[in-house]
């Protein structure tokens, strides 16, 4: 079993910034891929950014230019870098990951493991 587990959350001002982190461990393998979602207040999960198995990285458009991802492979944690933030970057944070699917679809809410999520709380 592999576990996913979130942290670096907290409240900022607009414009500030905040690094994500996820901690994997059980038994992780690198054919993992990861990815970032976040779940606004009375919406659904979406992703918004990924790395894929072979180390491609992809963020959504509405972050881009803002948040970066990026992994550890060593330590087996995955980051968030999130600058200028705004407030409707509002929501509950999630790291996931699977063995089989690519896991840069936004719409991917099927993945195989999943964190508790880490709350963002930006305010205007």
């Known amino acids: 079993q592999v576990q996913l587990q979130e942290s670096g959350g907290g409240s900022v001002q607009a414009g500030g910034s905040l690094r994500l982190s996820c901690a994997a461990s059980g038994s992780w393998t690198m054919t993992y891929c990861m990815a970032w979602f976040l779940q606004a207040p009375g919406k659904g999960r979406e992703g918004v950014a990924a790395v894929e198995r072979d180390g491609t990285t992809t963020v959504v458009d509405s972050v881009k230019g803002r948040f970066t991802i990026s992994k550890d492979s060593a330590k087996n944690i995955l980051y968030l870098e999130m600058n200028r933030l705004k407030p409707e970057d509002t929501a509950t944070y999630y790291c996931?990951?699977?063995?089989?699917?690519?896991?840069?679809?936004?719409?991917?809410?099927?993945?195989?493991?999943w964190g508790q999520g880490t709350q963002v709380n930006v305010s205007s």
């Open positions: 996931a990951a699977d063995r089989h699917w690519r896991c840069g679809n936004p719409s991917a809410t099927y993945l195989e493991v």
